[in-house]
């Protein structure tokens, strides 16, 4: 096992959860034993496909998506260093749901019968990858309420606030900021915003000292005030107060 694989992404997050044995970061490790890089813009998985696998991200970053049936799409979230490609389908009969990574990634590929194998040895690391998942579930229900009830600016303020808390979790970020793969239509199309409304909405933001999106980086020029704007309470992602 490779010193790195005690402290990859994926174990960093389950450990917020529940303190994790050696043998349990063990098993962890075996599940990257078929590490592999994926290039950008290219689906891992697609609605519809039978029996696919089960991915964890170890660097980059991806998006999972929906297509309508005029073509349009609608992203449903961004997945980071630590979280699970395909999880919420693996055990449906076909996938209901896109994932593509947006940078070029390294993923580790797993198949159903080792989620089987460590469910059965390891009680807590179960346990924790439920967390996991009832975590992810809990961000959909956020998401549905920003993209729903908050307005453009609120909306876009929670939902960087978000994904800086993610990104401190797995060691790739700070409260000063972090660096984010995301285009304005990447970021448009999760918020349920046109490309031009996002890009006004980030300079108001901008303009008013609460955050700079520029250049792959998103800056927290002032971090109180920005979660104040959101009312950003960090309750659904269980895992303690990073950002305050």
Known sequence: MAPSDHDCPLSRKLRTHMPLARADLAILADLHARRRTYPAGADM???????????????????????????TRQILD?????????LN????????????PITDIVA??????????????????????LWA????????????INVGRRDAQR??????LELGARLI????????GYDCPLSQYLLADALGLTAEHTNRVLR?????????????????????????????????????????
């Open 89 to 100: 389908s693996m055990l449906f009969q076909t996938a209901d749901h896109n994932i593509e």
């Open 204 to 244: 108001q933001l901008r303009q008013d000292g609460l955050v700079t999106f520029r250049d792959g980086r998103v800056v927290f020029d002032d971090l109180e005030g920005l979660i104040k704007l959101a009312d950003f309470d960090m309750g659904y992602l269980d895992h303690g107060v990073l950002l305050r």
């Open 133 to 144: 998942a009832a975590r992810d579930q809990a961000m959909v229900v956020e998401h549905l």
């Open 45 to 71: 998985i697609f609605e519809g496909q039978a029996a696919h696998p089960l991915y964890i991200l170890y660097e980059g970053w991806a998006s999972s998506y929906k297509l309508l049936a005029d073509g």
């Open 155 to 160: 909306r876009t303020a929670h939902f960087l």
């Open 169 to 176: 979790l797995v060691g790739r970020g700070t409260r000063q």
């Open 108 to 129: 580790s590929e797993i198949i159903i019968g080792d989620v089987a194998g460590f469910y059965a040895s390891s009680p807590t690391l179960a346990t924790a990858l």
């Open 78 to 86: 961004f997945q980071i260093p630590g979280d699970s490609l395909g």
